[in-house]
């Protein structure tokens, strides 16, 4: 357990990088509490010992590590008052012409990138209970197929594909037995672990180019559980002074695409009203400088996320309150 002294200084030297990016010494945190620059940097020896704050290369100061960085987001409780003109950015979403829920989801990822200096996400909201009734696959012609999904809200969803194999009646009932058997009541999310598992392994033996198959129904689910997002500030991560060498750069980029940066929205986040991924809590492998933060919101159409991707040396406190604002904007406007 830290003392009420070193937990002072140690959410000062958080609190000073945060805002100055600079590393922290004993004279600048003296002047946000009042011990002697003596105590402060007995303090900072034992913080730095005990792998809460680090030294770097260029000067006496010390920045937070991970651990700092995880202790003060657990357990320093300092409330963060949002400004008057951030809260107006804010309320004024409420009162432009909004003309769909992506437009809306959109306008507040902006405001909450603008914000935060980082990059936002918002999961559109998804049922949450959606499961599948049946799909079933009906051979038009020996190389084209229809895959039709029923879920249990009484969605149909039909896609057509065209096959570089010859298939048989007898394939596709074959086909058709193995889906009837596993895939009455299967939550839609889950459903790809069934085919790749259950499905794949059952027509390898049986179905020549099965693999064709397995790939059209992989790709069906896909694109009927393909979650809606809205990006704001894509390319501020690309600002910090913390993606400090071409390497790096690259990685982020790439780390920006819609697709993956659900997918790690979807890993990261574990279903609690707030969740808070720090550095290499992440496992983003060489990029250890980013940190994620997310929170889900519900509405009369499902539940979704809202995200802040950004530096490990992110506002916490006041990223975490600016996505409540904004978890209020959608909860209470979304109908």
């Known amino acids: 357990m830290l003392l009420d002294r070193q937990v002072l200084i140690l959410q000062s030297i958080v609190e000073n990088f945060i805002n100055t990016n600079q590393p922290v010494g004993s004279k600048h945190i003296s002047k946000d509490i009042k011990f002697s620059s003596a105590t402060i940097r007995n303090d900072m020896s034992k913080l730095e010992k005990e792998g809460f704050i680090m030294k770097t290369h260029t000067s006496s100061g010390r920045i937070p590590s991970e651990k700092g960085y995880r202790y003060y987001v657990d357990y320093i409780k300092s409330e963060y008052e949002i400004t008057q003109q951030d809260s107006s950015k ?22 909450l990138s603008d914000l935060t200096n980082c990059t936002a996400v918002i999961l559109a909201p998804t049922r949450t209970d959606k499961r599948i009734n049946k799909i079933e696959l009906i051979l038009l012609s020996s190389r084209s197929i229809l895959v039709i999904l029923i879920t249990n809200i009484g969605e149909v969803f039909q896609q057509n594909y065209k096959m570089d194999a010859d298939f048989t009646d007898e394939d596709i009932s074959e086909v058709n037995k193995l889906l009837k058997m596993y895939f009455y009541d299967v939550d839609m999310a889950q459903a790809h672990i069934l085919i790749q598992k259950e499905l794949e392994n059952y027509l390898k033996d049986r179905i020549n180019n099965y693999d064709l198959i397995v790939v059209a129904l992989e790709r069906l689910l896909k694109n009927k559980i393909k979650k809606t997002i809205a990006l704001g500030g894509k390319y501020n991560l690309l600002k910090q002074p913390d993606i400090d060498n071409l390497d790096k750069l690259k990685e982020v980029v790439t780390l920006l695409e819609e697709d993956k940066i659900v997918d790690l929205i979807d890993s990261n986040f574990n279903g609690k ?19 994620l933060v997310s929170s889900k919101y519900n509405t009369e159409r499902g539940e979704g996320v809202i995200a802040v991707f950004g530096p490990k040396r992110m506002d916490y406190k006041k990223v975490m309150a600016l996505i409540t604002c904004v978890k209020d904007n959608l909860n209470n406007n979304l109908k």
């Not at 804010?90 to 902006?110: G, H, P, R, T």
């Open 90 to 111: 804010l309320k004024k979403i409420l009162e432009e012409n909004v003309y769909s829920e992506d437009n809306f989801l959109e306008k507040n990822a902006i405001v």
């Open 273 to 291: 009203e707030t969740s808070i991924k720090i550095g290499q809590e992440l496992a983003l492998g060489n990029i250890d400088d980013l940190s």
